[in-house]
T-cell receptor, first 114, second 111 residues
Framework: DSGVTQTPKHLITATGQRVTLRCSPR?????VYWYQQSLDQGLQFLIQYYNGEERAKGNILERFSAQQFPDLHSELNLSSLELGDSALYFCASSVEAGGRNEQFFGPGTRLTVL | QKEVEQDPGPLSVPEGAIVSLNCTYSNSAFQYFMWYRQYSRKGPELLMY????GNKEDGRFTAQVDKSSKYISLFIRDSQPSDSATYLC???????????FGTGTSLTVIP
């Protein structure tokens, strides 16, 4: 158990809908990263937050947004869902203390768009 | 060209074999190198973390970094069926916070 929690584990929804994925980082970690992993695809970096502020952006669609709250949990919002958004969504957290900065992953949320 | 290249496999070996997994990269600014293990679509689990060039050993696992060749390796000795998983390499620069992942190599260890 990495200490990173994600809810829900599974989500089934229809095209055009909006969903929210939630992540709680490990205790003491200030940074949260979101990734998308589709079938036969590697991990695609979406976005990073550090202590409430957006720090880095990857291949995140405009229909997707995220935020990190004062208690450091983070939410990833996916709107106007398309079939191609079906994937595993992972959250990872890190402490970012000096140079060493290891990411620890949550168990993921499996999103199915029908 | 992708920042990090990794042979997707699949790789199938008999139990007890030595496994070699590799990644190449193009950005010479990468300083930190990691290997993750991912079981059947679960969250990736950090296996090895190395800084700059050299070797690091942890039990049956050895991570090797050759920065001059932009090449990293993970060796698994005495492979076990429980090692069957997808192995992802990852790396990042000394500044900045983005991690760059390979696409993963699928490994099956046959009893």
């Amino acid at each position: 158990d990495s200490g990173v929690t994600q809810t829900p584990k599974h989500l089934i929804t229809a095209t055009g809908q909006r969903v929210t994925l939630r992540c709680s980082p490990r205790s003491g970690d200030l940074s949260v990263y979101w990734y998308q992993q589709s079938l036969d695809q590697g991990l695609q970096f979406l976005i990073q937050y550090y202590n409430g502020e957006e720090r880095a952006k990857g291949n995140i669609l405009e229909r997707f947004s995220a935020q990190q709250f004062p208690d450091l949990h983070s939410e990833l919002n996916l709107s106007s869902l398309e079939l191609g958004d079906s994937a595993l969504y992972f959250c990872a957290s890190s402490v970012e203390a000096g140079g060493r900065n290891e990411q620890f992953f949550g168990p993921g949320t499996r999103l199915t768009v029908l | 060209q992708k920042e990090v290249e990794q042979d997707p496999g699949p790789l199938s070996v008999p139990e007890g074999a030595i496994v070699s997994l590799n990644c190449t990269y193009s950005n010479s600014a990468f300083q930190y190198f990691m290997w993750y293990r991912q079981y059947s679509r679960k969250g990736p689990e950090l296996l090895m973390y190395t800084y700059s060039s050299g070797n690091k050993e942890d039990g049956r696992f050895t991570a090797q970094v050759d920065k001059s060749s932009k090449y990293i390796s993970l060796f698994i000795r005495d492979s076990q069926p429980s090692d069957s998983a997808t192995y992802l390499c990852a790396m990042r620069m000394s500044t900045g916070n983005q991690f760059y992942f390979g696409t993963g190599t699928s490994l099956t260890v046959i009893p």
